[in-house]
């Protein structure tokens, strides 16, 4: 396993709730990780990991390979992988996500 792979999943399985995006919660870098972070907050989660993958090119490629995920941003919650903002947003709709995160 790579070092980038091994760092991802030291930090998938050491948070209950991990959000690798573009940017940071702060200051998204595209509208993606934005509405993932949007959705996160209106579901309530004040802390959570997040990873900018354009900070390290290797992280950001490993990121896809960890999940088999071709794109950025993505959710893991408890060290399971949740998906992408498409997901995310979906599940947030059914208010699937907000009952996945309560228990976090």
């Known amino acids: 396993m790579s070092d980038a792979l091994q760092r ?31 959705i ?10 997040s990873v900018n993958v354009l900070e390290d090119n290797d992280v950001r490629q490993a990121v896809k390979e960890y999940a088999n995920w071709p794109t950025i941003p993505q959710l893991y919650v408890h060290g399971e992988f949740v998906g992408g903002s498409d997901i995310m947003t979906e599940m947030y709709q059914s208010g699937e996500l907000k009952e996945l995160l309560g228990g976090s």
């Open 8 to 38: 991802i999943d030291q930090l998938v399985k050491s948070n209950d709730v991990v959000l690798f995006m573009k940017g940071t919660p702060q200051f998204p870098q595209c509208g993606f990780s934005g509405r993932a972070v949007q």
């Open 40 to 49: 996160l907050k209106a579901c309530g989660v004040a802390q959570y990991a």
